[in-house]
């Protein structure tokens, strides 16, 4: 048994950390919201008041924050982990965030005497709560190694991708791929009805094709067809429109660092962006379907 320390307990820190639990981990969690906190501590964690308290007595500490800003915040802030705790716990951010603070606060980690990757994750809440999660990782070998038994506690499928900062690298390119293809499935659904094909039909086709991909088959857009998908429940999230934008936004900003051609990635986003504006943000990703029905 390890004692293992969350930051950020929220939809998907909260699942992951149970998971650690039942486990039979120890588990201590900080978060600013007393709820998400009280959530934590109802499923067996020990609450603790601040980032700090909560490294103490903990080998570990794995942070699922909103964003960079957040990630610097609890890392690199004058009360944050690395000037205020001793380099034998190692560190896992598990936060979608910019490439550059994954690299800057991995660097500092490292220079600091810490064991630091990033480990963005893919599969969303339903995957949190089933520690089924994908883990692309980003960092030194002797770090990824010495993190890979909580990862597994949490997830089926991780993958080492590079040096620090390369599993945002694969997460911000696997979310474009996923943010430009949910477009792509649901306005060839939007067209099948008005071609008058059967949505079915389509499905039954469509996935046994060249079209075939995980917006189809996973996630279908139209309900009736997969019956985990959100549209089957009025596009509950699931992952909301204004995470995917988040997503898509981080991967153009690397595509313009980086000098790479993303001209769909580009149009995803500026849809994506449309589809929150007219108040859509808190739905399901997938709900940008109606808005491509509407014209
Ligand atoms: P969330 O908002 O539910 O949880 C984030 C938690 O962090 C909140 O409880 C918030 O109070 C807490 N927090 C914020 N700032 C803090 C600070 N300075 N100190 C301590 N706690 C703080 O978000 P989420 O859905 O759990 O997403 C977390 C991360 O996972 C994001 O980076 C997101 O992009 C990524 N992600 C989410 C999904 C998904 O489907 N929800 C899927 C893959 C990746």
Not at 14 to 20: E, I, K, T, Y
Not at 110 to 139: Q, W, Y
Request: one cysteine or more; a negative charge; hydrophobic letters at 50%.
């Amino acid at each position: 048994m390890s004692a293992i320390g969350f930051i950020g307990v929220g939809n998907m820190g909260g699942p992951m950390a149970r998971n650690v639990i039942a486990k039979g981990h120890r588990v201590r969690v900080f978060d600013l919201d007393a709820a998400a906190l009280d959530r934590a501590v109802k499923a067996g964690a020990e609450a603790a008041h601040s980032p700090v308290e909560l490294a103490r007595g903990v080998e570990c500490v794995v942070t699922m924050l909103p964003a960079g800003k957040q990630v610097r915040e609890v890392y690199l802030g004058a009360s944050g982990l690395l000037q205020n705790t001793n380099p034998d716990i190692y560190f896992i951010d598990s936060s979608t965030i910019d490439i550059d603070s994954a690299r800057v606060v991995g660097a500092a980690a490292a220079e600091a005497g810490f064991d630091m990757i990033d480990a963005p994750v893919s599969g969303g809440v339903a995957g949190a709560e089933a520690a089924s999660l994908t883990f692309m990782v980003g960092g030194p070998d002797a770090a990824f190694a010495r993190a890979r038994p909580i990862l597994e506690a949490m997830g089926k499928t991780i993958i080492h991708a590079g040096p620090s900062g390369s599993g945002q690298a694969a997460k911000i390119c696997n979310n474009m791929i996923l943010g430009v293809s949910m477009i792509a499935v649901s306005e060839a659904f939007v067209l099948a009805e008005k071609l008058g094909l059967d949505r079915a039909k389509l499905f039954e086709i469509a996935s046994k094709s060249s079209g075939q991909c995980w917006s189809l088959t996973s996630y279908c857009p139209v309900p009736g067809l997969v019956p985990a998908a959100p549209a089957n429940r009025g596009f509950a999230p699931g992952f909301t429109a204004a995470m995917m934008l988040k997503d898509l936004m981080l991967a153009q900003d690397a595509a313009s660092g980086a000098g790479a051609a993303a001209a769909l990635g580009a149009h995803a986003a500026e849809l994506y962006e449309a589809f929150a504006r007219s108040g859509q943000g808190a739905k399901d990703f997938s709900g940008i379907i109606n808005m491509i029905r509407e014209g």
